[in-house]
Every structure is written in C-alpha cells, then in structure tokens.
C-alpha cells in the first residue's frame, strides 16, 4: 500500500527500486512518466572454462553462491562448468562447502553462513531443490533445513550438479544458498544460456586467457562482468546496472 502510493503519487518525481522482476514491473506501470531506475534481480552466471584456475574458481563460488545464505541479487544462480573441468571442478567444491560452510548464530564469529530472511526463501529453496531432484539432479550437498538450531529458516548449503535448463532452479531466482552446477560443451553454449535468460544483471567467467575472457565479456549481455573473480564482487564506485545492447564498457568490467 505505501509503496504503491509512493509510486504513483504527482509528488514523487523520480523512482529507484531493487527488488523481483514482477514487483519491479508493478512499480514501473504505478510510475509511469517518472523518472526510474530499476534493479531487479539476477541468476548471477558463472562460467569455468576447461582452462580456469579451478582453486580460485571454487573459492569464487563459495562466496557466490553463500555469502548472505545466497541472498544477494548477484549471487551465483547459474554455475556452467566446461564438462572437460566438471569432474575436477566439483571435487573441490564440494569438499570446501563441507570445510568451510559453519551454520550458527550469525553474532557468532566462527559462523560462516545464518539463516534465510523468511519463510517465503526458505520454501523456495524447498520447491527448487525438490523440483530439481524431480527431474533428475543430483544432490551433492546439503538440500534440505537445517536442524538443532533456533529456527527452521537455516538452510544447508546446497550443492546440485546435473542442472538442465527445464528445472526451476535453473530459470527462476532462488535466493537462498545453492550452487546449482550445468555442464556446459564450450563457451558458445554458455553464452546461449546466460543470453537466452530474462536475467540480465551481472555475469562471471574463469579463463586463464584474458583474450578469451574478454570476448566472452564483449558478447555476454549482461550489465556487468567480472573476469576470474566471482559474481559477489562489486566496485560500488562504478555504474551498475542490467542488460545493455551494445558493447561492455571498460568501466563495467572487473578482471582479476
């Protein structure tokens, strides 16, 4: 109700919102006429090429996927890993979600991951990993709440591999902790998949090529895109934003 009133309200002249797609779209039909600027929401593709470091890659999806339990508009949504890597590559993961992910009180130093917001996230996570399992994912880690502690909105830090692009996970935004991996052929099936997505946001690739990361770059449409350094990594002081048509500004391009 207040929002809709700030909206639409002659007082108002201009508008900024983050939020979903479809509450986005909502403020723009109250707001039209205004001046906007909208943020709303990604999968946060990462791709690992068959010549990434896979040591920083993995660490890079660690904090993609579960900084903030995965609640973050850039978080790591969609991970594509070249099949030649896969094995390797999810080896890794793996065992650094089960070494370095604490559930716990989030005032409690040695915690690394707290709960979701609510109840709504958390049964997101439900229905994505259920949903994916349904259609034939596999569970590598975690996939469910978590129990012992004060609520039932701690959720394990999830794993999936075997993610295919009818799944929910893979076409809709979770927000909650997950890393649901896609095998991917080369980088042309990467690019078609992250640019098929109504997701525009911001995108990440591992190469130790930057010639080929910077192609990527240049034909990912996507507003922002880091090169070996993940999504959940942001110099606030540039333009941030979602899809653009022509090529990536040097300013929107992070490479480590």
């Given at each position: 109700m207040v929002g809709d009133e700030i909206a639409?309200?002659?007082?108002?002249?201009?508008?900024?919102?983050?939020?979903?797609?479809?509450?986005?779209?909502?403020?723009?039909?109250?707001?039209a006429g205004k001046d906007l600027l909208l943020e709303m929401g990604g999968n946060g593709p990462l791709v690992v090429l068959d010549d990434a470091d896979l040591d920083a890659a993995v660490a890079a999806t660690l904090t993609?996927?579960?900084?903030?339990?995965?609640?973050?508009?850039?978080?790591?949504?969609?991970?594509?890993?070249?099949?030649?890597?896969?094995?390797?590559?999810?080896?890794?993961?793996?065992?650094?979600?089960?070494?370095?992910?604490?559930?716990?009180?989030?005032?409690?130093?040695?915690?690394?991951?707290?709960?979701?917001?609510?109840?709504?996230?958390?049964?997101?996570?439900?229905?994505?990993?259920?949903?994916?399992?349904?259609?034939?994912?596999?569970?590598?880690?975690?996939?469910?709440?978590?129990?012992?502690?004060?609520?039932?909105?701690?959720?394990?830090?999830?794993?999936?591999?075997?993610?295919?692009e009818e799944m929910e996970v893979a076409r809709e935004e979770t927000f909650g902790p997950i890393a649901p991996i896609t095998v991917i052929g080369d980088e042309a099936e990467a690019l078609r998949i992250v640019n098929e997505s109504p997701y525009g946001l911001l995108a990440a690739v591992f190469t130790r090529d930057l010639g080929r990361g910077l192609r990527f770059a240049e034909a990912v449409r996507t507003g922002w895109v880091n090169i070996n350094e993940g999504t959940n990594y942001w110099e606030s002081h540039l333009p941030f934003g979602g899809r653009a048509g022509g090529p990536l500004p040097a300013s929107r391009l992070l490479v480590r």
């Open positions: 639409g309200n002659p007082g108002v002249a201009a508008i900024g919102f983050v939020g979903s797609v479809e509450a986005g779209r909502m403020v723009a039909t109250r707001a993609a996927c579960f900084l903030n339990a995965g609640q973050s508009c850039t978080a790591g949504e969609r991970i594509l890993v070249q099949e030649s890597v896969h094995d390797a590559y999810l080896e890794r993961l793996a065992a650094a979600v089960a070494r370095g992910i604490r559930l716990g009180d989030p005032m409690d130093d040695s915690t690394t991951m707290g709960p979701v917001n609510n109840e709504a996230t958390a049964a997101k996570m439900d229905r994505h990993v259920g949903d994916a399992v349904a259609h034939g994912a596999r569970v590598v880690a975690g996939g469910r709440r978590a129990a012992g502690l004060p609520t039932s909105l701690y959720y394990e830090a999830t794993v999936l591999d075997g993610v295919t």
